[in-house]
């Protein structure tokens, strides 16, 4: 836990401090979840501390509950007389090809469509299995790929070392920071009780990694407005991932709406997303865009599988980079089992997530400082990367009696009232509370 711990405070720049993991029990894997939970955690509540310091003179300490941070990767809302909605689509998983195994993204209705042109329309899983079976791995990957759509093979963490992707995450470090030499001096509106009021956070990320950098910033006071296309709908995190936003819609290839989310960028403090490298880029919105309209900003940006290589401009979620990075493999073999055996939490994701909160405090500080915004850059594999070299995980199991006196707190949301767990980081003097409930995409005006 400490090797993870002192990584993370290297790649983000923040001093070498130790900061005390509370309770006890880790989520059982092959690699140690619980101990990534905890540091990437820690390092976003180490990083607020560092701006408090830096504007108050005082360093309040921070400690991390390893019960709640096992939770908090998993879920943290429990509702009450309702049921949140499946988390996967019918077919996406995990298929046996003719020479390996596969996994199959589609969750997104544009998503399975490309997988159905290459494989022909499933109406269960065993359809698609009869059809995946007739495939080698690598190629099915590919043509699912080609058709823009989402798919992984399964790799072993050796393989990964040998192939272009791998090398090149390989070479990319944890956060790759760059700063701008603008000056837009900013003066801190916040206060130790929330230290991010008065900064506005235009959200533009999707499912995991990037809502759970942002909800972690509205938890310290952060304006979050987060922006989705028309259609765009996630119904089985969206109760987990809004608490404490707005949620907007907007279409970037309408002129009007494009308009709209100019001038909602014009205003930001912090931009984060999560689209492929290329994505902003090809609606006009590249990173010099973004600045020249935005002097200043704090431009915080992840994608899958990296930043360099032949794939950083593919296609790729949590469970596509266990896949593809050696994880769900070392997982079978550690658990003996004769299929995939992926981590028991999407961890890559939450990890990445909360390393993109410190990273966007990290630059806010700076900028405070000095008046110069600045970038981040961020990936799942990268993450990936991080969790492998630290060594292996444990069989022990958490209880779910063990989450019973963690401090659940009733929250009224759209599809009824639920029991929210108490935040895992405590920053003395700084709690970390949200303003708004979870709400439904697409439920508030794009306006801050």
């Known amino acids: 836990m400490t090797d993870f711990l002192t990584s993370i405070q290297a790649a983000l720049g923040l001093p070498r401090t130790p900061i005390p993991f509370t309770a006890s029990g880790a989520l059982p894997s092959a690699f140690a979840v619980t101990d990534l939970a905890c540091a990437s955690i820690a390092a976003a509540g180490q ?76 109406t269960d899983r065993a359809a698609m299995a009869a059809k995946v079976a007739q495939w080698a791995s690598k190629d099915l990957e590919q ?44 003066t801190w509106q916040g206060s130790v009780t929330r230290p991010l009021a008065g900064i506005k956070v235009l959200d533009l990320t999707r499912v995991l990694a990037g809502p759970t950098a942002s909800r972690f910033l509205a938890g310290l006071g952060a304006n979050v407005l987060r922006i989705d296309p028309p259609t765009w709908n996630e119904p089985g995190v969206v109760p987990e991932v809004t608490l404490g936003k707005r949620c907007a819609r907007l279409d970037l290839h309408d002129p009007t709406d494009r308009s709209v989310f100019e001038n909602l960028l014009k205003d930001a403090d912090i931009l984060l997303h999560g689209y492929r490298a290329d994505a902003l880029e090809q609606l006009g919105f590249a990173a010099e865009r973004r600045r020249q309209l935005a002097p200043g900003l704090i431009d915080v940006c992840l994608n899958a599988y990296g930043w360099s290589g032949p794939w950083q401009n593919r296609r790729g979620f949590d469970s596509l980079v266990q896949m593809s990075s050696g994880i769900a493999e070392a997982g079978q073999r550690w658990k003996q089992a004769d299929q995939p055996t992926p981590l028991p939490v999407q961890a890559l994701d939450h990890a990445t997530g909360y390393l993109m909160a410190a990273s966007a405090i990290r630059l806010l500080t700076e900028r405070l400082k000095t008046g110069s915004g600045g970038s981040a850059r961020l990936s799942l594999a990268r993450t990936a990367k991080l969790l492998i070299e630290h060594g292996p995980g444990t069989s022990e199991a958490l209880r779910a009696e063990d989450e019973q006196d963690q401090g659940l707190q009733v929250e009224r949301t759209p599809w009824g009232p639920a029991h929210r767990l108490q935040a895992p980081l405590q920053i003395s003097g700084t709690p970390i509370q949200w303003a708004l409930p979870a709400t439904e995409l697409g439920s508030h005006l794009p306006q801050w």
């Open 47 to 122: 990083a607020i501390s560092e701006l408090l310091n830096q504007q108050t003179g005082r360093l309040p300490k921070v400690e991390v509950d390893r019960r709640l941070a096992s939770f908090w990767f998993a879920t943290s809302i429990r509702p009450i007389g309702w049921q949140l909605p499946p988390l996967w689509d019918p077919v996406a998983g995990d298929y046996a090809t003719q020479d390996g195994w596969i996994r199959l993204h589609t969750n997104a209705p544009h998503h399975r469509a490309a997988a159905e042109s290459v494989l022909g329309a499933c």
């Open 143 to 186: 043509a699912v790929v080609d058709a823009k759509g989402c798919a992984a093979e399964m790799r072993s963490w050796a393989q990964w070392q040998q192939h272009p992707q791998g090398l090149a995450v390989n070479a990319e470090p944890l956060v790759q920071f760059t700063q701008e030499q603008d000056e837009n001096p900013q």
